[in-house]
């Protein structure tokens, strides 16, 4: 494992089984002392790192999805082969992606970004040009019918109709996202998994670290999961009356 | 703002959908006097919507022309012409993400009107169409059937169009709903006096809202454009004949109320007593239902106007 760069970062945290507390001795599940010591120089940064690759990830899928919708939107005859490109992307397993990109772009963030950014498409896109074409054919007709512009149509009707879509996309990618991040970990000790990787690579699995960081991840994402569907609340409150 | 009504033509205004036989409205000619109701009806694949839709160009025509107040409709940018033109449709399309107050301010916001104008006018049209203010704020998920279709026609008066086309505006809406909605609608047009085309496959909706009726037959060629009363006393054809029913006659009794009739003084007494607003119609079921052969029409203060015959009726 580390032949595959885990160690660069960080650098590995064995536990001092003979001098540390009897809690790391017995390698107990989850040892307070040892997460106080070590917030602040592993699990700390760790979180930082993954929301960082988090949004990125999500900020520029979401850019490049919404751009390929908006084609697929315009050009209808696009969407279906759109909607095979992002599929496919998906069915790429992750490890091997992020390690097939290490010669290309090297032990880089880039490299982790690249895969993180091609799974969300195959949520985001979907839901995006779902949201848009989900408008019913009643509220556009009365819209043209009321002398809207194409483009008035577009930003005042069926992008603000397509919102609950969007969110909801977000919302799955957002949390996919940070999961399959820790994943990451293997081409570079970046994020979570990094911690996590460390635990795991043990020759008896540090349980704390493995708790400590997986146990951020998973807080992580149920984090952003609720802030975006408190989002939702507050940009759609017609949505939830129907 | 625009003018209070304007006057509609169409002039050999034809249709045809590229590969399909036939044309979907046939050279259809007829004149709205401005301020008038003009029920468009028939049977289905008559036409009715294509008709209706060729005026406001969300259906472009193929040949022949419509002017609205003399200027021809493809003489106009489209955006403007629409704008200048109230549209209310069936399931009402209301824009379910704005308040009631937002969607009655759609045109009036395209105009770039003030948004305490907008407050204002939306409030105003709610009482107008028969809601209470509170319901500015609402959503129109919100709202029931019929009240939605109230929102919607309140959105297409908003800025003041002098014509309105309506495509079966109340065709979504239970009886009892709609009779109201109808009622309030024609109350409404006694005040604001637009020009309205109004698209139905109700014959009876026809007759009860329409100044004039055109009735369209397959392949959208007119059959008959007349006054309801002409219509159901002299249709031109059986397929006219036919439309109206074997009933017209007594369709025809709905067009008059007993309070227009000429009564006979009062003479007899425990007759049944009816408001002077109901309709030959009614009167005569009352009579039949009630078997006597004369009737007490009665003010709205309940005092005694004269007294409405069989014959009377029959006449």
């Known amino acids: ?242 | 703002m625009p003018r209070e009504a304007a006057e509609l033509v169409f002039d050999e205004a034809t249709k045809v959908y590229p590969g399909r036989e036939g044309a979907a409205v046939d050279h259809l000619s007829l004149t709205v006097p401005a301020g008038e109701i003009c029920v468009l009806v028939g049977p289905s694949g008559g036409g009715k919507t294509t008709a209706l839709k060729l005026v406001n160009r969300l259906i472009p025509l193929t040949s022949g022309d419509i002017r609205i107040d003399g200027t021809s409709i493809l003489q106009q940018d489209v955006v403007q012409l629409r704008r200048s033109i109230g549209y209310v449709i069936q399931q009402v399309g209301l824009f379910p993400h704005m308040t009631v107050e937002a969607n009655i301010g759609t045109v009036p916001r395209l105009y770039r009107r003030p948004r305490a104008w907008i407050k204002a006018r939306s409030a105003e049209l709610l009482e107008l169409v028969g809601l209470d203010p509170s319901y500015a704020k609402q959503f129109p998920a919100q709202l029931s059937g019929g009240e939605r279709q109230r929102v919607g026609l309140a959105r297409a008066l908003a800025a003041n169009p002098p014509l309105m086309l309506m495509d079966e505006p109340f065709g979504a809406i239970d009886p009892i709903v709609r009779a109201r909605l109808q009622d309030e609608f024609l109350r409404l047009q006694q005040e604001l006096r637009k020009t309205v085309v109004f698209v139905t496959h109700d014959i009876d909706e026809a007759i009860k809202v329409g100044d004039r009726i055109a009735i369209l037959r397959k392949g959208g060629r007119l059959a008959q454009y007349d006054t309801p009363q002409q219509i159901l006393a002299h249709p031109v054809d059986e397929f006219v004949a036919d439309f109206v029913g074997r009933d017209r006659a007594l369709k025809a009794l709905t067009l008059t109320t007993v309070g227009e009739l000429e009564l006979s003084p009062a003479t007899e007494d425990g007759l049944p007593r009816l408001p002077a607003e109901t309709s030959l119609r009614d009167a005569l079921a009352i009579l039949v239902a009630e078997r006597k052969d004369a009737l007490l029409v009665v003010g709205s203060d309940g005092s005694p106007l004269g007294v409405v015959t069989r014959e009377d009726l029959l006449r």
């Open chain 1, 1 to 242: 494992m580390s032949a595959l760069g885990l160690a660069d970062g960080g650098g590995p945290v064995i536990p001092d089984f003979g001098q540390g507390s009897a809690c790391l001795r017995h390698n107990h599940w989850f040892c307070k002392s040892w997460v106080a010591q070590h917030w602040s120089d592993i699990l700390q940064p760790a979180l930082v790192q993954h929301i960082y690759l988090t949004v990125i990830a999500v900020g520029v899928g979401f850019g490049l999805s919404f751009g390929l919708a908006l084609i697929a939107f315009r050009f209808r005859f696009l969407g279906p082969p759109l909607g095979a490109a992002t599929d496919f992307l998906y069915t790429l397993p992750s490890i091997a992606l992020f390690i097939l990109l290490v010669p290309v772009t090297g032990l880089t963030v880039t490299t982790i970004e690249i895969p993180l950014v091609a799974y969300t498409l195959f949520v985001l896109y979907p839901n995006i040009l779902a949201g848009l074409r989900g408008v019913p054919p009643e509220v556009l007709e009365s819209a043209r019918g009321m002398g809207l512009t194409r483009a008035q149509i577009f930003w005042r009707v069926e992008l603000p109709l397509a919102v609950p879509a969007i969110l909801a996309g977000l919302r799955v990618a957002t949390v996919a996202t940070i999961s399959i991040a820790t994943v990451a970990a293997i081409v570079i000790y970046y994020g979570l998994g990094g911690p996590v990787f460390d635990a795991i690579g043990q020759p008896d699995i540090f349980r704390t670290e493995l708790l400590a960081a997986g146990g951020l991840a998973i807080l992580l994402a149920l984090t952003a999961d609720a802030l975006l569907a408190l989002l939702q609340r507050a940009l759609t409150p017609w949505s939830r009356l129907r």
